[in-house]
């Protein structure tokens, strides 16, 4: 495992580990985010994530370990923290008595002058009517003026805890573009979901966590390429699959004669040997997506499986991925 870091990470989590009664909520995390990037907390509901983004706001005590947050230490320099990043919650608290406006200017009082003019222009790219109350807000309307809050101040780090969960698809591409945009400028977004398709949208970055661990952390492309989807169609559904020298993740249809597998840590020969082994037809190989690579992980640490170092790095210098493919994202 590389011990490079990225100099001076925006967040720095060093054997993180928090317990609510018999619930392991974190389990000796450590992570690293550069600058630049969109780095995404995937996992599903329960996994450890938004305990681990409330830990970095300074709102949660760890039991053990270290995190910091633009050099602030998270369980010191809690306050701090807060006013200096921005935040978007899955349910934003509001003032719904407030017309949207209102809640510029009492936010501005906290932020300096430019902070209302940036509020303005973006609640009008968000096609959010000033004039109206947020009580009358629809829920993505309210997310809408959430995002304008936490990014008027131009924040150095924006994160972001289940920000599209409910919304309608036109709100939820307004959130993944304004996510790239801040990447984009330099800036660096967390982004805590589980949803796979918007993750694999717009992450540079990707830890994968489940049970308070963390499965794997690695540039998106790079954890593509570190997994290959064989689909390998045997003599008949009684054929036995032949032994290879690749960790296998997921094996589908095992007793078919179509095996789907999806395999990492393959071997330069590894393939050719085994298209001809005589009780294999074909083998077809295909670039897994962020989806089935995550079911896999998910079934391989449900069954106990370790996963190989060389997929679960997490502490490499990844600063090189932050403009990697981005252009293409949303619109792809």
Not at 5 to 23: D, F, H, M
Not at 143 to 156: D, M, Q, R
Request: one cysteine or more; proline letters at 5%; hydrophobic letters at 40%.
């Amino acid at each position: 495992m590389s011990t490079d870091q990225p100099a001076n990470p925006v967040v720095e989590i060093s054997g993180l580990s928090k317990r609510y009664g018999q619930t392991q909520a974190l389990d000796n995390v450590s992570l690293t985010i550069p600058k630049g990037v969109v780095f995404a907390l995937l996992g599903e509901n329960g996994a450890g994530k938004s305990t681990t983004l409330k830990t970095l706001l300074g709102l949660e005590k760890p039991d053990s370990g270290s995190a910091t947050v633009l050099g602030m230490d998270c369980t010191k320099d809690g306050i701090k923290i807060r006013s200096t990043v921005g935040y978007v919650s899955e349910s934003p608290a509001l003032y719904d008595w407030m017309t949207v406006e209102e809640t510029g200017w009492f936010a501005a009082g906290f932020y300096g002058n430019n902070f209302k003019t940036e509020f303005d222009r973006l609640a009008a790219e968000f096609d959010l009517p000033l004039a109206r109350k947020i009580k009358k807000l629809s829920k993505g309307g309210r997310a809408k003026v959430s995002l304008a809050l936490a990014s008027a101040h131009k924040p150095p780090l924006l994160i972001m805890d289940e920000p599209t969960s409910g919304l309608d698809t036109l709100v939820r591409r307004k959130f993944l573009e304004s996510m790239i945009d801040v990447a984009s400028s330099g800036r660096t977004v967390l982004l805590s979901s589980h949803q796979i398709p918007e993750v694999e949208r717009v992450a540079d970055i990707v830890a994968v966590v489940n049970q308070g661990k963390v499965l794997v952390c690695k540039p998106l492309d790079e954890l593509k390429q570190g997994m290959e989807q064989w689909v390998v169609t045997l003599d008949d559904d009684n054929a036995q699959l032949p032994d290879f020298d690749a960790q296998i993740l997921l094996h589908e249809g095992q007793h078919s004669r179509r095996r789907r597998l999806l395999v990492t840590s393959v071997t330069p020969d590894c393939l050719w040997k085994l298209r001809d082994q005589p009780q294999v037809n074909t083998v077809e190989v295909h670039t897994p997506s962020l989806e089935e690579i995550f079911v896999a992980l998910m079934k391989s640490a449900e069954a106990g499986l370790l996963i190989e170092d060389s997929l679960k790095s997490t502490n490499g210098d990844n600063s090189s991925v932050q403009s990697s493919n981005r252009s293409n994202k949303v619109t792809s």
